[in-house]
């Protein structure tokens, strides 16, 4: 069985691994265009930290390991093109190719802004070493930048037009959050955002000005799908590709895993997009099992935690109360703080049956751990009193 998967991340590294314990007798080739290393911690590049992920693991199984990028997949012939003309041929192909950042579209001028993406965007900043950076965005990437500009001496400027991370926190998190940030030397300027100016100066609202020697955009990403819609494979809303709770594309053949790919929801059972590590993780694990012909699929949920300036954890699992109410949900929640749960936490439910639909925290502390429990509550659909939460 000869197996070919593009992409150097989580989804791709993960793949080939899983690929290699799971079929052992197959022949698997890795292909990226950037020399791996841990994209999620880019920030701490600025700390001295060497995020450089050694293929000798992959190797030792075997694993043939191309550092090139694919420039096509040509799906009758069952092969890929590299851009030096070569072709590889395969039986399963494993598409992980990420994502890239999203450059919103009424934001004049920002075309011009820096991403947070790649080194070559960190070693940016620290070349330039401005002592002002404004960021346009609330995601975890603006607080990640935030991080960054910090670490190298600059005032981070973050311009927030709702609110910090709110598809994984409670507003009063969101708020509790901004508070600890603020103690640490964030600056926090909300408004929607317009313009920015030459790169530098970005304009909120009608002609408020934040003023800075370097601006980034940290709004979100998009999926990386060009190979994938050149080559015809479905998508989901034009946008990423669709695949089944294995990551099986509309080519049978064909897997995708990571920020590119959809994944199913534990408590909808469609396809949504996720888009973060963890999820990455799990989803090559099921592409693996899936070529030893395994049926079922370990359970995708949305589980994050993230630490900022080095003590201010955060950890969000599953759905808040305003993304359960979305979804259809009659939610309610329950405020939590110490024994584990952190300074400040919330369990979302649903109120009939009291099943844990997500968890969100602030703290100063790990939280981390808690987080894993209530993930497993959510996929055997326990109800809160499992955790040794009573709620009404």
């Known amino acids: 069985m000869k197996v070919v ?43 001295g930290m060497d995020l450089w992920v050694s293929t000798n693991h992959l190797e030792s199984k075997g694993v043939e390991v191309i550092l090139d990028k694919v420039t096509k997949l040509r799906r009758e012939q069952k092969e890929v093109v590299l851009s030096n003309g070569e072709t590889l ?27 947070f993406r790649r080194l070559s965007d960190v070693q940016r900043l620290m070349d330039e070493r401005p002592n002002e950076v404004a960021i346009v965005g609330a995601s975890f990437v603006a607080l990640h930048v935030a991080d960054a500009a910090r670490a190298i001496g600059a005032k981070p400027k973050v311009i927030v037009r709702s609110r910090l991370i709110r598809r994984n926190l409670e507003p009063e998190l969101s708020a509790k959050l901004e508070e600890f940030l603020a103690e640490k030397g964030v600056e926090f300027i909300h408004g929607k955002p317009k313009e920015v100016r030459d790169g530098k100066t970005v304009i909120v609202d009608e002609n408020r000005e934040v003023s800075s020697e370097m601006a980034f955009v940290a709004t979100g990403v998009t999926p990386e799908i060009t190979l994938a819609k050149e080559a015809g494979l479905e998508l989901l809303d034009g946008w990423v590709i669709r695949t089944d709770q294995q990551g099986r594309t509309s080519d049978p053949s064909i897997f995708a895993v990571g920020d590119n790919a ?32 395994f049926k079922a699929a370990y359970r995708v949920p949305r589980f994050q935690k993230d630490v900022f300036f080095g003590g201010i954890h955060m950890a969000s699992v599953g759905l808040t109360s305003v993304e359960a109410e979305k979804e259809g949900f009659e939610a309610d929640r329950v405020y939590l703080s110490g024994d584990g749960w952190g300074d400040h936490a919330y369990l979302v439910y649903e109120k009939k049956t009291k099943r844990v639909l997500g968890f969100s925290a602030i703290s100063k502390e790990e939280v981390g751990w808690k987080g894993m429990e209530v993930m497993m509550a959510m996929i055997r659909r326990w109800p809160a009193s499992k955790l040794g939460v009573e709620v009404s």
């Open 89 to 115: 041929q395969y039986d399963y192909l494993v598409l992980a190719t990420g994502s890239n950042p999203s450059i919103p579209s009424k934001l004049k001028g920002g075309e011009k802004c820096a991403v």
């Open 262 to 293: 959809t994944v199913i929801d534990i408590f909808t059972n469609k396809p949504i997009y996720m888009g973060i590590g963890t999820a990455a993780s799990i989803m090559s694990l099921n592409a693996a099992k899936a070529l030893t012909g």
């Open 5 to 47: 998967v593009v992409g150097f991340g989580l989804g791709g590294l993960g793949s080939a691994w899983h690929i290699a314990e799971q079929v052992p007798d197959a022949k698997i080739t890795i292909i990226g265009d950037e020399k791996p290393y841990v994209r999620h911690k880019l920030r701490l590049v600025t700390q």
